[in-house]
């Protein structure tokens, strides 16, 4: 896995729900598996809720409620249409008695006719495909039958009559020599339907699920790619081999939505999208080595998807590195979601994205095909500046070797600058989660209560709570991964119900504090031996005692290393010293209902509480005051704090989560010293878990995780230039397997900086323990250099900053501090930056595109405008010019207006 993660060029491709839709289509949205969308490179057809084609072009975003779309009419039902790969003019479509019309979208007319339509021999017709190479070549698929037609005789060419029941898709081979086709009896059959039947291979039952299957060649690779759903109704794809198909090279299973999943293949990219009728995420994969490897799986929002279709690639904006655009029908409209790779340079074509790509121009005609013979498709460069026959001119002059200075944000008291002008320099930061091989399963987590995470995690551990009587804990370094035998060795911590929180302390890897609904904290010495063999009372250091009802959060102090804080069901918030196991402070009068958790701020000098009275409160431990107060959210949930301070930051900024006043989750920053208004409300989602913030101090990054979800939304938390605080949403990241359950971070230590590895996490479900890791996206000859712009300083966790007693005393301490920057790898803000000039040929044609573009985009601006006002005019006359109708009815006053030529009889003496 790691080896296709350096090797691949498209790893970070990520896709954004694109501004730009069409809004108020009244589609109309098929009720089984059908996908009723298609695209050209300057339109696209949908079905009309009348049942009807109407195809749009593609410059016509916006809301088009109003605006008359040419229709394509039909006599019976249509239940597939396909633009032509050779005439980006020519669209087909298929109805269900078996009728084929080919249309034409040049003509102005706003009712189309076809240009020629004929009958099939199928019928209750279900695909369409055409072929890859050969001009006007089909394969219509029906009821146990299947058609190859010739466009342009207007002929069914070939039938096979010999399947048991429907065909469900059709797919073909990229040299159009074979048809693959999936059948509603559950079986694929691959052949040419130019040879005899009895030549066929068969894939008796690729899915072992009551839903039909699909079928998708992919590409010029002895691959095929079948989707359907399991004996448990889950959805899931198979990958398989042609010339092997006893055996399935990889399956994967996707959840159990009723909605199939819809399959894309890229042939220049080799990117698999599945999209799911019904969701609205994208999940993403790489073809590579007969193996299909996980790259993303995006939700990028929008409506849920009833069918999509890929944009083609020349319709694409190929110099911001757009790889792909998928369409995707929703109940509403179309929208449009663009998949980019991040590239600093886009001035410059990229050749390794951008291969020569399918052309509109068939390999052969249709009776060359009906002989016998195959081609590969025509390809042709995709390149915006590419001219046939024209000579590049290089200019070759001096490369001057200048040091680039930088600006690093690391350690800076005033991070007024940190959203680059608006824009989060983590807004590409993108998750992978490791495969099986990597995690912890076999698990069974005591979930007996839903308030904490109920994981906790350091650079050596991790620790849960474990099902059984006597409070057992399972502990298990992190490199022991896979399997977890039911009678492994456990922590029996001695506690007489179960454990409801847990905590590693920040200064010494091997202690482990745990809570329990049986109001004690327990303090153990863990080791690796330890985790082998079991533990227990041997490892006890000691109990901490004084709360009268069950512990909800553990929270060790940042600087100092034998302070604790803990909160209880009794409403209660204790200090605690760890090293004389003795009560410092009992902050248990502030609190009227219980409260939701506790977080320290930076230097540890304040607590925040946020309770179920909606009220979250500033308080300083140590002289046992509240400082401030406020209520936050206005829903019925109370609100969750999370201080989060960075090294140099000239004030903290207070992170609450709660619920607004229809439900909604959101997320507000506040000055901890005014609790009256916030800086910003941000809603996050329609959840109803709790939500996990994981704030990582070296890059100003919060990671949110709802319990029940399986996704990660991240934000950047920084200062605005005119001082307010903000959060900027950088991306989402989704989890496979079952709903969180709870989440840790790992320390910051862990991460890999040569991989620009910006957090790595520990995710906890039902049965598992997943490890994540988030990058940033960097040019390979970066990641050479210490990402010193990303990569702040981090606490040490060898030396703390303060003694206890001196704590207790008033004193906060000076926290040490390590680099993250390993030995001999030099700085990327001292990186020498080659430069070498354009010619002045290049400029040219760069200012020549730049300029076309832009009349371009002001062109279609006007003409939108004009339609705008001629539609305006055509629904609402403007009478004063003439031929008034005065005629009165039901009461409406028709006095005449007088056109411009006359006073009405108004005379300035009057």
């Known amino acids: 896995m790691s080896a296709w993660i350096r090797a691949s060029k498209v790893r970070h491709v990520h896709g954004t729900l694109s501004p730009e839709n069409y809004s108020e289509l009244s589609p109309y949205i098929p009720v089984g598996d059908s996908n009723l969308l298609s695209c050209s490179s300057t339109h696209f057809a949908f079905l009309r809720s009348d049942k009807n084609i109407s195809v749009v072009p593609l410059s016509n975003t916006g809301k088009l409620g109003g605006a008359v779309l040419p229709t394509f009419q039909h006599t019976s039902a249509v239940e597939a249409f396909q633009f032509s790969p050779h005439k980006n003019e020519h669209l087909v479509s298929l109805t269900n008695s078996g009728t084929v019309s080919l249309y034409s979208t040049d003509t102005d007319s706003t009712n189309h006719r076809p240009i020629a339509s004929f009958e099939s021999s199928i019928t209750k017709a279900t695909t369409l495909t055409h072929h890859p190479s050969a001009a006007n070549i089909a394969a219509v698929g029906g009821a146990s039958s299947l058609s190859i037609v010739d466009l342009e005789a207007s002929s069914v060419a070939l039938t096979d009559s ?171 409209g179309v929208e449009k979601i663009p998949f980019k790779i991040p590239r600093r340079d886009k001035h410059k074509f990229c050749e390794e994205l951008f291969p020569p790509s399918a052309a509109y121009e068939s390999a052969m005609d249709a009776k060359a095909y009906l002989e016998g013979k195959n081609a590969n498709p025509v390809l042709s460069s995709v390149d915006p500046s590419a001219v046939a026959g024209a000579k590049k001119e290089e200019t070759v002059e001096e490369v001057e070797q200048e040091e680039v200075p930088r600006t690093s944000s690391v350690g800076s008291s005033n991070s007024a600058n940190r959203f680059n002008n608006g824009a989060s320099k983590f807004r590409h930061v993108h998750g992978k989660s490791l495969p099986m091989s990597g995690r912890y399963f076999n698990l069974q987590p005591n979930i007996s209560t839903m308030d904490g995470s109920l994981l906790a995690a350091n ?285 840790s971070p790992l320390p910051q230590t862990t991460v890999d900086v040569t991989s620009v590895e910006v957090l790595k996490v520990l995710r906890l479900s039902s049965s598992e323990v997943q490890p994540a890791s988030f990058f940033l996206p960097r040019n390979a000859d970066l990641k050479e250099f210490f990402q010193d712009d990303v990569y702040g300083d981090v606490r040490s966790s060898s030396t703390p900053a303060v003694e206890v007693s001196d704590w207790a005393d008033g004193h906060n301490g000076e926290m040490s501090y390590d680099s993250l920057r390993p030995k001999n790898m030099p700085l990327l803000s001292e990186r020498k930056v080659v430069r070498t000039s354009r010619s002045k040929t290049q400029a040219f044609r760069q200012e020549i595109e730049f300029k076309e573009k832009e009349d371009a985009q002001k062109n279609d601006m006007f003409l939108k405008m004009q339609a705008m006002a001629v539609t305006h005019e055509q629904y609402n006359p403007n009478k004063s010019s003439g031929n008034v109708v005065t005629t009165a009815s039901n009461g409406v006053d028709c006095t005449p207006i007088y056109d411009s030529d006359s006073d009405g009889g108004w005379s300035d003496d009057d």
Request: aromatic content about 8%; proline content about 5%; some cysteine.
């Open 162 to 332: 010999s399947y048991a029941d429907a065909v469900t898709s059709a797919s073909w081979s990229y040299d159009g020599s074979t048809l693959y086709t999936s059948c509603k009896d559950n079986s694929v059959k691959i052949y040419d339907p130019r040879a005899a039947t009895a030549s066929a291979t068969a894939l008796p039952t690729p899915h072992k699920g009551t839903k039909p299957p699909q079928v998708l060649a992919l590409g010029n690779t002895s691959s095929i790619l079948t989707v359907g759903t399991s004996m448990m109704r889950e959805r899931e794809f198979g990958l398989w081999d042609v010339r092997k198909l006893s055996k399935v090279l990889q399956r994967e299973r996707m959840g159990t939505s009723n909605g199939l999943m819809t399959p894309l293949f890229d042939v220049d990219t080799s990117l698999l999208f599945l999209a799911g009728k019904g969701d609205s995420n994208v999940r993403i994969y790489e073809l590579s080595a007969n193996q299909l490897h996980p790259v993303q799986n995006l939700s990028p929002g929008g409506l849920p998807q009833r069918s999509v279709c890929f944009a083609p690639k020349r319709s694409l904006d190929i110099m911001d590195v757009e790889v792909a655009r998928i369409l995707k029908l929703t109940d509403k």
């Open 459 to 743: 650079e050596k551990f991790f620790a849960l709570p474990w099902k059984g009587g006597g409070g057992q804990v399972y502990v298990s370094p992190l490199g022991r991964t896979g399997k977890v035998e039911p009678n492994c060795p456990l922590l029996n911590t001695g506690h007489t119900k179960a454990v409801t929180a847990l905590s590693f302390s920040k200064f010494d890897s091997s202690i482990l504090a745990t809570g329990s609904d049986d109001c004690n904290i327990r303090i153990f010495g863990v080791t690796e031996e330890g985790t082998s063999t079991g533990m227990g009372d041997d490892q006890l250091i000691g109990e901490l005692k004084g709360h009268r009802n069950g512990i909800r959060t553990l929270d060790w102090h940042p600087t100092c290393q034998n302070v604790m804080m803990t909160s209880s069901l009794d409403t209660t918030v204790k200090i605690w010293d760890v090293q004389n196991f003795k009560e410092i402070t009992d902050l248990g009068h502030h609190h009227p209902e219980t409260i939701n958790n506790c977080s320290w701020n930076f230097d540890g000098s304040l607590i925040a509480t946020g309770s179920r009275d909606k009220f979250v409160r500033i308080l300083d431990p140590r002289t046992n005051e509240e400082v401030h107060s406020g209520k936050a959210h206005a829903g019925a949930r109370g609100p969750r704090v999370h201080f989060c301070g960075r090294r140099g930051e000239d004030q903290e900024v207070l992170l609450t989560l709660g619920t607004g006043i229809s439900g909604d989750r959101q997320m507000c920053l506040y000055d901890h010293r005014n609790l009256a208004k916030p800086y910003c409300t941000k809603t996050i989602d329609n959840g109803n878990g709790v939500i996990f913030p994981l704030f990582e101090e070296s890059t100003g990054m919060v990671y949110l995780a709802g319990r029940g979800d399986r996704n990660v939304k991240y934000y950047e938390i920084g200062k605005m230039e005119e001082g307010n605080w903000d959060a900027k949403l950088c991306h989402e990241f989704s989890f496979d397997g079952d709903p969180l359950i709870g989440i």
